[in-house]
């Protein structure tokens, strides 16, 4: 083994075995003209949502229809206790 600073032996790494979690709770994506992005929603309580908004979201001429539509159906499927999966793709 090799020694480390100041004839210190280097400290090893211990690889994690399971994951914390499966999920990223808040992901941001940069995208471009044409990107195409599918969604697995498992829980209408979570699902995603355009932030029009947001300081990022630089296209005023956006439309996000798409996005206002899946929340009008993950809040049906919450208010008659759907829990089928849902599939949402969009192209941006």
Partial sequence: MKAGL??????LRRLQTTPTSEQIPNPVYCLQKGD??????DNPANYPVYMKDSVMNSNTEFDYGAFKDLETEMKRKISNKDTKGTI?????
């Avoid at 195409?36 to 929603?41: A, D, E, G």
């Avoid at 949402?88 to 941006?92: A, D």
């Fill in 6 to 11: 100041a004839g210190q032996a280097p400290k």
């Fill in 36 to 41: 195409n992005f599918m969604f697995t929603i």
């Fill in 88 to 92: 949402f793709t969009f192209t941006f």
